[in-house]
Structure formats: structure tokens, C-alpha cells
């Protein structure tokens, strides 16, 4: 559903189900290879989300012709409809949606079964409190509005796994459909408070750290007097402050853990149950309300990355979409795709754009939210392709635009599958600990800065150079088949990710780490040792002091002198490292970045907050020796990718642009030729060859 745009195991004690959807031996989601049926190169869909709930069957027969006539070839269907799948507890009725999915096929359109585990029937809430959310303040809450349901609560748990098990049973050999999803936005719901939430919680930390000892050290417990002499002396800590920041960032591993955990069950269901099927779930791990570590999980939980693609600005956009790739091989899918929204109608080319956008970032389906415009409930006056009163939109002619066209690019080379060059890294657990909750803490007197930004600040030399990057937890994935990895701010320096960038680098990889990383450890407190904590001989410096510049920092690099745009800068101290480049406005015009070499590799460590204005110069002064290709070059705004001999270019302004390349071309979209020169219009796009 819309969004305004961005950007373990199971924790349940009392869980009871089936030996039939026991957790499979294997933690990772069933990975697509060895799978040459599901979809892959040379597939692409267009289409929409689809509520038949809110439609008569005679509405239902008139929007699957517009569909049909559109071209569509994908919808996804059922997510949102727990009670009209299951009206009571225990009886089922799917012969509605069975002739939804039935016309469907009859009209050529692929189906997406989305297992609707959330929001939960009010008829579960009502037979179960413990599905209700309890307030911080100790206030049970009614399921007023979406995704106010405990997904923890253990019944909650077995009727979400049960009616998994229904749809799954029936769904998975018929012909139309083609994924399975589960519990839509996942990770936009709510922490609550109930005692049982407490034992829960209790019993998480128990497996995390043994002894009440092992705790109050992990807590710091002896300052301001907080020592905890037994378990029963465990609070939940405030998700809206105030509180420590070490308790902080266990709340939030704590529902993280139990939201994997819940989507894990729903994995084994599928792999008991619908083997046959990949999933492709609606996932939602950076809503503020809760989210998810969705980079250190997605391998247990999803053969796709997908996500609801609402994009604001490019560069956001593109690492949002990276990072809901993850580390799979396999296309994204937009399972929402923007298409107008809530008070937005739309504007005309904009879908189309974003649309070849996504083809870029290795997107393969497009299913616009939503196929109807919205008259009733929380998103009233929410503008789909079709108006109010049922009748096709501009918009629909737009989709069935892409939908024509689509249909010829993917038999020149999209999906995209070309691996990425670079990684950046983004980690959860210092998102989290670097935004707290409302309270005394002078971890943000520190930390001055915006987390997202700063990630977007080191991806945007990238960006602009047209070269592919994933979005990964280097904690997770191996840094093994990247020419360059980058570590914007890493705040938190787990072992994990520690012992990936020694390896990385010690084995010949080259690393970019900025100012603000490696200060604390998995606890979220400060290393005693020298920073960068658990990497300072790797980078051959030592990084405690630190300073903010009154004016602009300046730095001189390779004959040149930046000017970067954040005042933060760390005062290095080499051992073994080598300085690149110095501040030339500071009072010690000390190293502003040091290149130490580790092994077969090198560490370079840059001084400042992370900021394209330094980190790009830095980072295109080694394509050439690490052999990173720059993809082609192009205009602000506009951006490009070379994909089987031919050329996507993509202007993402309102303003009309000019691409210039060598020779003469031709458009494959508009069948004209081009000498030197591409004019592309405002949301323009063309292929030349």
C-alpha cells in the first residue's frame, strides 16, 4: 500500500505447531537456482495490485478486461484479506478468490498469492488479547488502525501458520499463479509491552547472554545505578525514550529477531507445502515503527528482493532498491510501484520513467499501487489507474505503454543480471543506534548526522558514474567477488563485520572507511582500545581525536584542493599507514586520508563525515587500478547503463536533456536516428544501438 518514500530465530516461548510446518533443516529461503522454471532473464511484468474485496463480480469482470486490454500479465492478490479468507476462526472460504484467480488466467495474467498474516481479523483480536498491542504506558490498544498486531503473541503465530498452510495447499499448482508473498510491509507494525511480551524478552536475552552478569555488563548497568540483580528485575526498554542506548539496541534486535523468526515459519510452510513457488514478499524493514535487519536475514526469508518502490529523488531511490536486493543474484520486484497515491493523481510519463529506472536496477516487475482508486477506509482518496466510478484513467494507457514495450525489451537483455562492481555497506544496527529515542543522550551530540544521508553521500559517486553497487551488511555477505567496498560511517564494528573487512582486505581487497565508524561494539558502547575499535592495524591509524571545522573543511588531493560540506573531521595519527591527502584549513593540517597496505589488499581511511564532495575524487582515482568500469557518461539527471551492446539512457528530470556519445545511433524505442547527440524530453527514455 502506499508509503510516503523514504527509506532469528523465532522469540515466541509458547509457539505450538504442526509437526507439518516444523522449521525445515535448512535456514535459507529455497534460493532460486536449480529452479530454471521461475522467473528469471527474459521476463518482465507489468500489472497491478489487485483488491477484489472492494468489487462486485460484475466491477471484477470490467477490471480484468481493462487489464487484459492494458496487457497486463501479473497481479498480486490477497494481502489485506486475513477475514474474508477465514470470516471465523476455523472456517475457510476460498471459492470467491479461487474465480478471481480463474479469470486471471483466462485473460492471460500471472497471480501473486500475498498470504495476508497482517493485519490480523478483529475476530482473532477479540478471541486472543494477546495479539493486541500494549503500550509503553502499559495501555492495551485496540486494532484501530493496520499492523497494530503483536506478531509475537503465539497464537497469533499458529493461526498466521495455519492459514499459510490452507493457501498454500490450495494454491500451489494452479496455473496462474506464479510467487507466493507473506504478511505485507512486514516490519511496519508496532513493540508492545504485555508481561508476556516481557518474558519473551527476557528469555531472548537469556539465549543472548547466559548470565545476569554477561548482561549488566553488556548494558553498563553501573552507571546511574541500574545494576539488575535477577531476571525478574528485566524491564522492556521505552521504544519512545527515554533510555541507554545499549538497551536500545537490543529492543530493536529483539523484534527483529522475532520478525525474521515469524517469516521463517511462514518459509517452512512453503517449503512443506509450495516447494514449486518462489516468494516474493512486500517487505517494510526500515519503517520507523519497528523494522527489521533484513540485510543479516534475507537469504533465510525471500527468493526476490521486492519491495513498494515509491522513490522520491534518484539517488535515494536507487539505494533503496539496492538495498532491498541484498545479496541476491535473482531481479528485484516492485510488488507496489508508484502510480499516483494518496491526494496524488499522477502526472503523465512519470510511472513510465521510473519504470525503466527500475530496469536499470534490476527490476523485474511493475505492479502499480493500486489498480483501483480508493473510496472508502484509511486510504480514501488514494488515485489508482482506474477513477472512482470504474473508468480507465490516462494512466492505464501509460502501463499499457510499458507493458508494449517491455514486452520487446525483455528479449534484449532485461532483467538485468550484471553483477555489481562495488558493495556499500548499510548497517541496521548502526541505523538504530544512531537514531535513538527521545531522551538524555549525548551519543547524538556525537553523532551529528543523518545515518541515510551519509549512505547516500558515499553511493552517489557511484550514482553518478552509472556503476552498479550493491547495498549489503558486510557482516553477512562475502566481500569476495567485489573489486571495492565501502563503509560509510559504520558506527557499530561487530565482530562479524570486522572479521569480513580483515579477510576482505588481507586476501587483496581494497576498503574505504570513513570518519564516524568502528566506535562502538555490538553492545553500543565504546571501545577501550584505540579506534577504529577491532581495525586499527588493518588501517594502519589511530582516529580518537576529532574536531568540527568552523569553516568548510578544505583537503588537498592529487594536485586538487576539495571543499567538503560537513565541518566533522577525526585527527589520524599513521603507524603504518601512508597519507593520501591533508586538510589545508585546519589547525594541524593533519592526514584527511591514509592508505595503509594489509596483506595482499589496502585500507584506505577517510577522516570525515562521509561526503561525496571528498569521497568521489578518492573513489575515481581507483577505477582504473582495481579495473571498475564506468558505466556511460552522462548529464545531471540522466542515467545509463550499456546492457548486451546496446545503450538505456533514463532522464529522471522535468527539464528536457542532451546526451552526447561518439557516431551515430539509433533509437530502438522511437525507431529515429541519432548523430552525436540524444535529445531526450522531460521523463524521457530510449535505447540506441
Given at each position: 500500500?502506499y508509503?510516503?518514500?523514504?527509506?532469528?530465530?523465532?522469540?515466541?516461548?509458547?509457539?505450538?505447531?504442526?509437526?507439518?510446518?516444523a522449521?525445515?533443516?535448512?535456514?535459507?529461503?529455497?534460493?532460486?537456482?536449480?529452479?530454471?522454471?521461475?522467473?528469471?532473464k527474459?521476463?518482465l511484468f507489468?500489472?497491478?495490485?489487485?483488491?477484489?474485496?472492494?468489487?462486485?463480480?460484475?466491477q471484477?469482470?470490467e477490471?480484468?478486461?481493462?487489464?487484459?486490454?492494458?496487457?497486463?500479465?501479473?497481479v498480486?492478490?490477497?494481502?489485506?484479506?486475513?477475514?474474508?479468507f477465514?470470516?471465523?476462526?476455523?472456517?475457510?472460504?476460498?471459492?470467491?478468490?479461487?474465480?478471481?484467480?480463474?479469470?486471471?488466467h483466462?485473460?492471460?495474467i500471472?497471480?501473486?498469492?500475498?498470504?495476508?498474516?497482517?493485519?490480523?481479523?478483529?475476530?482473532?483480536?477479540?478471541?486472543?488479547?494477546?495479539?493486541?498491542?500494549?503500550?509503553?504506558?502499559?495501555?492495551?490498544?485496540?486494532?484501530?488502525?493496520?499492523?497494530w498486531?503483536?506478531?509475537?503473541?503465539?497464537?497469533?503465530?499458529?493461526?498466521?501458520?495455519?492459514?499459510?498452510?490452507?493457501?498454500?495447499?490450495?494454491?500451489?499448482?494452479?496455473?496462474?499463479?506464479?510467487?507466493?508473498?507473506?504478511?505485507?510491509?512486514?516490519?511496519?507494525?508496532?513493540?508492545?509491552?504485555?508481561?508476556?511480551?516481557r518474558?519473551?524478552?527476557?528469555?531472548?536475552?537469556?539465549?543472548r547472554?547466559?548470565?545476569?552478569?554477561?548482561?549488566?555488563?553488556?548494558?553498563?548497568?553501573?552507571?546511574?545505578?541500574?545494576?539488575?540483580?535477577?531476571?525478574?528485575?528485566?524491564?522492556?526498554?521505552?521504544?519512545?525514550?527515554?533510555?541507554?542506548?545499549?538497551?536500545?539496541?537490543?529492543?530493536?534486535?529483539?523484534?527483529?529477531?522475532?520478525?525474521?523468526?515469524?517469516?521463517?515459519?511462514?518459509?517452512?510452510?512453503?517449503?512443506?507445502?509450495?516447494?514449486?513457488?518462489?516468494?516474493?514478499?512486500?517487505?517494510?524493514?526500515?519503517?520507523?515503527?519497528?523494522?527489521?535487519d533484513?540485510?543479516?536475514?534475507?537469504?533465510?526469508?525471500?527468493?526476490?528482493?521486492?519491495?513498494g518502490?515509491?522513490?522520491?529523488?534518484?539517488?535515494?531511490?536507487?539505494?533503496?532498491?539496492?538495498?532491498?536486493?541484498?545479496g541476491?543474484?535473482?531481479?528485484?520486484?516492485?510488488?507496489?510501484?508508484?502510480?499516483?497515491g494518496?491526494?496524488y493523481?499522477?502526472t503523465?510519463?512519470?510511472?513510465?520513467?521510473?519504470?525503466?529506472?527500475?530496469?536499470?536496477?534490476?527490476?523485474?516487475?511493475?505492479?502499480?499501487?493500486?489498480?483501483?482508486?480508493?473510496?472508502?477506509?484509511?486510504?480514501?482518496?488514494?488515485?489508482?489507474l482506474?477513477?472512482?466510478?470504474?473508468?480507465?484513467?490516462?494512466?492505464?494507457?501509460?502501463?499499457?505503454?510499458?507493458?508494449?514495450?517491455?514486452?520487446?525489451?525483455?528479449?534484449?537483455?532485461?532483467?538485468?543480471?550484471?553483477?555489481?562492481?562495488?558493495?556499500?555497506?548499510?548497517?541496521?544496527?548502526?541505523?538504530?543506534?544512531?537514531?535513538?529515542?527521545?531522551?538524555?543522550?549525548?551519543?547524538?551530540?556525537?553523532?551529528?548526522?543523518?545515518?541515510?544521508k551519509?549512505?547516500?553521500a558515499?553511493?552517489?559517486?557511484?550514482?553518478?558514474?552509472n556503476?552498479?553497487?550493491?547495498?549489503?551488511?558486510?557482516?553477512?555477505?562475502?566481500l569476495?567477488?567485489?573489486?571495492?567496498?565501502?563503509?560509510?560511517?559504520?558506527?557499530?564494528m561487530?565482530?562479524a563485520?570486522?572479521?569480513?573487512?580483515?579477510?576482505?582486505?588481507?586476501?587483496?581487497?581494497?576498503?574505504?572507511?570513513?570518519?564516524?565508524?568502528?566506535?562502538?561494539?555490538?553492545?553500543?558502547?565504546?571501545?577501550?582500545?584505540?579506534?577504529?575499535?577491532?581495525?586499527?592495524?588493518?588501517?594502519?591509524?589511530?582516529?580518537?581525536?576529532?574536531?568540527?571545522?568552523?569553516?568548510?573543511?578544505?583537503?588537498?588531493?592529487?594536485?586538487?584542493?576539495?571543499t567538503?560540506?560537513?565541518?566533522?573531521?577525526e585527527?589520524?595519527?599513521?603507524?603504518?599507514?601512508?597519507?593520501?591527502?591533508?586538510?589545508?584549513?585546519?589547525?594541524?593540517?593533519?592526514?584527511?586520508?591514509?592508505?595503509?597496505?594489509?596483506?595482499?589488499?589496502?585500507?584506505?581511511?577517510?577522516?570525515?563525515?562521509?561526503?561525496?564532495?571528498?569521497i568521489?575524487?578518492l573513489?575515481r582515482?581507483?577505477?582504473a587500478?582495481?579495473?571498475?568500469?564506468?558505466?556511460?557518461r552522462?548529464?545531471?539527471?540522466?542515467?545509463?547503463?550499456?546492457?548486451?551492446?546496446?545503450?538505456?539512457?533514463?532522464?529522471?528530470?522535468?527539464?528536457?536533456?542532451?546526451?552526447?556519445?561518439?557516431?551515430?545511433?539509433?533509437?530502438?524505442?522511437s525507431?529515429?536516428?541519432?548523430?552525436?547527440?540524444?535529445?531526450?524530453?522531460?521523463?524521457?527514455v530510449?535505447?540506441?544501438?
Amino acid at each position: 500500500m502506499y508509503r510516503r518514500p523514504a527509506r532469528l530465530a523465532s522469540i515466541a516461548l509458547a509457539l505450538v505447531l504442526s509437526s507439518a510446518v516444523a522449521l525445515a533443516p535448512s535456514a535459507r529461503a529455497q534460493s532460486a537456482v536449480g529452479h530454471p522454471g521461475w522467473p528469471g532473464k527474459g521476463e518482465l511484468f507489468v500489472g497491478a495490485c489487485y483488491q477484489p474485496i472492494d468489487r462486485s463480480p460484475a466491477q471484477i469482470r470490467e477490471d480484468i478486461a481493462i487489464m487484459k486490454r492494458a496487457g497486463f500479465t501479473m497481479v498480486r492478490m490477497g494481502d489485506l484479506s486475513w477475514d474474508s479468507f477465514e470470516p471465523e476462526e476455523g472456517r475457510f472460504t476460498f471459492e470467491w478468490f479461487d474465480d478471481v484467480i480463474a479469470q486471471m488466467h483466462a485473460a492471460g495474467i500471472r497471480v501473486i498469492v500475498d498470504i495476508p498474516g497482517q493485519p490480523a481479523p478483529i475476530w482473532l483480536h477479540k478471541k486472543y488479547p494477546g495479539v493486541d498491542i500494549v503500550n509503553q504506558d502499559g495501555v492495551r490498544i485496540n486494532p484501530a488502525s493496520r499492523y497494530w498486531d503483536n506478531i509475537s503473541d503465539p497464537d497469533y503465530r499458529r493461526l498466521a501458520a495455519r492459514l499459510a498452510q490452507k493457501m498454500m495447499q490450495r494454491y500451489a499448482h494452479n496455473p496462474a499463479v506464479i510467487a507466493l508473498g507473506y504478511d505485507n510491509e512486514i516490519g511496519n507494525g508496532h513493540m508492545s509491552y504485555s508481561p508476556a511480551d516481557r518474558t519473551r524478552f527476557v528469555a531472548w536475552l537469556k539465549r543472548r547472554y547466559g548470565t545476569i552478569e554477561a548482561l549488566n555488563k553488556a548494558w553498563a548497568t553501573q552507571r546511574w545505578s541500574r545494576r539488575i540483580n535477577n531476571w525478574d528485575e528485566v524491564d522492556i526498554p521505552y521504544e519512545r525514550g527515554p533510555g541507554p542506548n545499549e538497551r536500545y539496541l537490543d529492543l530493536h534486535r529483539y523484534w527483529s529477531d522475532d520478525t525474521v523468526g515469524a517469516l521463517e515459519e511462514l518459509e517452512a510452510v512453503r517449503k512443506q507445502y509450495a516447494p514449486n513457488l518462489p516468494v516474493a514478499s512486500n517487505f517494510w524493514p526500515n519503517a520507523s515503527t519497528k523494522g527489521f535487519d533484513y540485510l543479516r536475514a534475507w537469504d533465510k526469508i525471500s527468493t526476490y528482493g521486492a519491495q513498494g518502490f515509491y522513490p522520491g529523488d534518484p539517488l535515494s531511490a536507487a539505494v533503496d532498491v539496492m538495498s532491498n536486493r541484498a545479496g541476491h543474484t535473482t531481479p528485484v520486484w516492485f510488488n507496489e510501484f508508484t502510480a499516483g497515491g494518496g491526494g496524488y493523481y499522477g502526472t503523465p510519463g512519470r510511472a513510465r520513467m521510473w519504470a525503466y529506472y527500475g530496469l536499470i536496477y534490476y527490476a523485474q516487475s511493475f505492479l502499480a499501487w493500486t489498480f483501483n482508486s480508493h473510496s472508502g477506509g484509511e486510504e480514501q482518496a488514494l488515485f489508482g489507474l482506474v477513477d472512482h466510478d470504474g473508468r480507465a484513467s490516462w494512466k492505464v494507457d501509460e502501463f499499457a505503454q510499458i507493458a508494449r514495450e517491455f514486452k520487446t525489451l525483455k528479449t534484449l537483455g532485461f532483467p538485468r543480471y550484471d553483477p555489481p562492481q562495488v558493495a556499500v555497506n548499510f548497517s541496521y544496527q548502526s541505523y538504530w543506534l544512531t537514531n535513538p529515542p527521545p531522551g538524555p543522550n549525548t551519543m547524538q551530540e556525537y553523532f551529528k548526522g543523518d545515518y541515510n544521508k551519509f549512505e547516500q553521500a558515499a553511493y552517489k559517486p557511484l550514482f553518478e558514474d552509472n556503476i552498479d553497487a550493491a547495498v549489503i551488511d558486510f557482516g553477512h555477505d562475502s566481500l569476495d567477488k567485489y573489486k571495492l567496498a565501502i563503509l560509510p560511517s559504520a558506527y557499530v564494528m561487530d565482530a562479524a563485520t570486522a572479521a569480513a573487512v580483515r579477510k576482505y582486505v588481507a586476501n587483496g581487497g581494497t576498503v574505504i572507511m570513513t570518519g564516524y565508524s568502528a566506535k562502538v561494539d555490538e553492545t553500543g558502547k565504546w571501545f577501550e582500545t584505540p579506534l577504529p575499535g577491532r581495525l586499527g592495524d588493518v588501517f594502519g591509524v589511530r582516529t580518537n581525536a576529532f574536531y568540527r571545522a568552523e569553516q568548510p573543511l578544505k583537503v588537498s588531493f592529487d594536485g586538487a584542493t576539495l571543499t567538503g560540506s560537513d565541518p566533522y573531521y577525526e585527527i589520524l595519527e599513521p603507524s603504518t599507514a601512508t597519507p593520501l591527502a591533508s586538510f589545508a584549513n585546519t589547525p594541524q593540517h593533519s592526514p584527511a586520508i591514509t592508505l595503509n597496505h594489509y596483506g595482499k589488499g589496502q585500507a584506505i581511511y577517510v577522516a570525515t563525515a562521509p561526503q561525496s564532495e571528498l569521497i568521489g575524487p578518492l573513489v575515481r582515482s581507483l577505477y582504473a587500478k582495481l579495473g571498475i568500469k564506468p558505466g556511460p557518461r552522462t548529464p545531471a539527471g540522466v542515467i545509463a547503463r550499456e546492457v548486451d551492446g546496446r545503450t538505456l539512457y533514463v532522464n529522471t528530470t522535468q527539464a528536457p536533456v542532451s546526451v552526447s556519445f561518439g557516431g551515430s545511433k539509433r533509437g530502438l524505442l522511437s525507431n529515429k536516428p541519432y548523430d552525436g547527440t540524444l535529445p531526450l524530453a522531460p521523463y524521457g527514455v530510449e535505447i540506441v544501438q
